[in-house]
């Protein structure tokens, strides 16, 4: 069996119609090569404090924007979906939400969670760091009679994380593992959209 957890921003965002039943993650439709679990979100358990001074800000290389997401299919979705989870560990780190929000439609309650963190953290001159996410596998789904959208799964393993105050004092320290993602995208003429992300935990087969 493997254990999935919420890490970081532990929220399950919906934006109406994202899943037709909400962000419970029951009986919702899944992308092909996701698994459904159970969502509950929580701030995961066993974080422990590093005993070492804050490293301060370092930089933190930008996502390379891939040559797929100017597809219009799935496999752009595909692209466009992990280019977006790359980003995700970026904005903390450096606090630049340019691509961030550009991709971000105006119903993501996650997108908008994350983009008012990254804001809250530099206003007061703190940053986070780690929170990389290694996708394992992604299954996507394309707009159909039911679904205006492309839907996208994403498997992954999130590495620890920890967010520092302007002075260096832990703010919040992630242990990191196993996660989920569902991503809602739609392809706009200005590119890929963001409409919601559903961040799930459970047990899963292996």
Request: aromatic share 8%.
């Amino acid at each position: 069996m493997r254990t999935w957890s919420v890490r970081r921003l532990a929220v399950a965002a919906c934006v109406a119609g994202l899943f037709a039943t909400g962000c419970s993650g029951d009986g919702e439709p899944e992308p092909s090569g996701t698994t459904p679990v159970t969502a509950e979100p929580s701030d995961p358990p066993g974080s422990v404090k590093p005993t070492s001074p804050a490293p301060g800000p370092t930089p933190w290389p930008e996502p390379t924007r891939p040559a797929a997401m100017d597809r219009d299919d799935i496999e752009g979705a595909k692209a466009a979906a992990q280019y977006f989870l790359e980003l995700y560990p970026y904005v903390y780190a450096t606090g630049d939400l340019d691509e961030w929000r550009a991709m971000s439609g105006p119903e993501c309650q996650f997108c908008e969670g994350a983009a008012e963190r990254a804001t809250e953290l530099f206003s007061a001159g703190g940053y986070g760091v780690g929170g990389e996410i290694a996708v394992l596998e992604i299954g996507a789904a394309p707009p159909d009679d039911d679904w205006e959208h492309f839907r996208v799964g994403v498997d992954g393993v999130e590495s620890p994380s920890v967010e520092y105050s302007g002075n260096g004092e832990v703010l919040r320290t992630i242990a990191g593992g196993a996660v989920t993602y569902n991503l809602a995208l739609l392809r706009s003429e200005g590119g890929w959209v963001v409409r919601g992300v559903n961040l799930q935990e459970g047990q899963s087969g292996s």
